[in-house]
């Protein structure tokens, strides 16, 4: 039954209404790049304090019916964030198998939540059809040819007016590169450390403007 829903556009749902599509990835490399995208240490999990700094940012949105949320990775206290505030979230991650896993590790899940199998840039996502993307991680395991691509294409599908929340991993050697290539994208707006003990200073939290639009007619 799952190799038959590796066609592109295929869809099904779970048990629990959970929409889902298979984007059709070389078999055995999307579960070898999930595992390594989404396996969180004790070091890498977001803290409370680090999740309250995504809540706060997308709290500051206008409450709408329609307010949608891209999730990079599948992310289990960053989907938890979006169920608890009722937002529709779309969860992206390389294979359906881990986003079922860290499913199971949700206290409270998310009736208006849709998962895709693949990558952004693939994606048949609509452009200027997200609210916000947030992503835990998750940009450090792109690939550096494939960084310039990624970083565009997630300024297409957000809104006019929408932002990104990216928390990730960089030593501080690394910070002003890093930096450097989000500033080609977006204006940082703010950029904040959540979580504490030594290793504080290595996971920045940057919220994020698109510079100018991309949208192509």
Do not use: C
Request: hydrophobic share 40%.
């Amino acid at each position: 039954m799952r190799e038959a829903l590796t066609a592109i556009g295929m869809f099904y749902k779970t048990s629990g209404k959970i929409n889902i599509m298979r984007f059709g990835l070389p078999a055995g490399f999307a579960k070898v790049k999930a595992d390594e995208a989404h396996h969180h240490t004790s070091l890498t999990k977001p803290s409370d304090n680090e999740i309250s700094i995504f809540e706060d940012h997308l709290k500051s949105l206008p409450r709408k019916a329609d307010t949608s949320v891209l999730i990079l990775g599948s992310s289990p206290e960053l989907r938890e964030l979006a169920a608890r505030l009722n937002v529709k979230a779309t969860v992206v991650a390389n294979d359906l198998e881990v986003i079922e896993r860290t499913t199971r590790q949700m206290k409270k899940r998310n009736k208006k939540e849709e998962w895709l199998e693949g990558d952004i840039i693939g994606l048949p996502l609509e452009k200027g059809s997200f609210d916000v993307i947030f992503s835990d991680h998750f940009v450090a395991n792109v690939s550096p040819f494939n960084k310039d691509n990624f970083y565009d294409r997630m300024k297409e599908i957000l809104k006019d007016d929408g932002f990104v929340v990216i928390r990730s991993m960089v030593l501080e050697k690394m910070m002003k590169p890093f930096e450097n290539r989000l500033s080609k994208y977006f204006t940082i707006i703010e950029k904040k450390f959540g979580k504490e003990g030594v290793f504080s200073g290595y996971f920045p939290i940057y919220l994020m403007r698109p510079k100018q639009a991309s949208r192509k007619n």
